[in-house]
Nanobody, 122 residues
Framework: QVQLVESGGGLVQAGGSLRLSCAAS????????MDWYRQAPGKEREFVAS???????NYANSVKGRFAISRDNAKNTVYLQMNSLKPEDSAVYYC????????????????WGQGTQVTVSA
């Protein structure tokens, strides 16, 4: 089984920063794309940022210039550095991967983490 565990959420004032981490555990060779989504109360889950195994990144327009996604392939961990936070960034943040390579020719995924709460006060 492949599991994702997020950490780093919390309460911060507007303009502040937080860094989320998501570690993947299990037996696999590699992870393809890792990304972050978020879901605010009463809203649909939305894409935040993604990063490929090679380091190519993509961001939602709402977070460009404020958030930075990175990953450590040796630690199977993805990070989300969130700066200049706004109250509208408040949500449960979910880590996601599209697939892992369990062994040559065998893929598994997608997989979601359990989520971590981020609350930004005005």
């Amino acid at each position: 089984q492949v599991q994702l565990v997020e950490s780093g959420g919390g309460l911060v004032q507007a303009g502040g920063s937080l860094r989320l981490s998501c570690a993947a555990s299990g037996r696999f060779f590699s992870i393809n794309v890792m990304d972050w989504y978020r879901q605010a109360p009463g809203k649909e889950r939305e894409f935040v940022a993604s990063i490929t195994s090679g380091g190519s990144t993509n961001y939602a327009n709402s977070v460009k210039g404020r958030f930075a996604i990175s990953r450590d392939n040796a630690k199977n961990t993805v990070y989300l550095q969130m700066n200049s936070l706004k109250p509208e960034d408040s949500a449960v943040y979910y880590c996601h991967l599209d697939f892992v390579v369990l062994e040559p020719g065998t893929l598994f995924g997608p997989r979601w983490g359990q989520g971590t709460q981020v609350t930004v006060s005005a």
